[in-house]
């Protein structure tokens, strides 16, 4: 987890071409509904590794962040 401005995320990290992101959302939110964590449905991506740093698709890297609900007053 990491704490933003906005709240805190729950990150994953993808390691390959943005085509393929898609399965890697769902892993990110399975694991965050294992943990019993409560993400609100707000995401964003950071690119740790991209096209300045490799021609290679396939060695992209994405974090993948879904952010979390507030905690409750007294929790």
């Known amino acids: 987890m990491r704490a933003f401005e906005g709240g805190q995320a729950f990150i ?3 390691v390959g071409s943005y085509d393929k ?4 959302y769902s892993a ?3 694991e965050a509904l294992r943990r019993e ?3 609100t449905g707000v995401t ?3 690119y ?3 096209v300045p740093h490799t021609p290679n698709p396939d060695e992209y890297e ?3 962040a879904f952010f979390l609900e507030e905690p409750e007053e007294g929790h």
């Open 21 to 24: 992101t898609g399965a890697a």
């Open 48 to 50: 740790v590794k991209s």
């Open 44 to 46: 964003a991506e950071f």
């Open 12 to 14: 994953g990290r993808f």
């Open 62 to 64: 994405t974090d993948i």
């Open 28 to 30: 990110v939110v399975e």
């Open 37 to 39: 964590l409560r993400i």
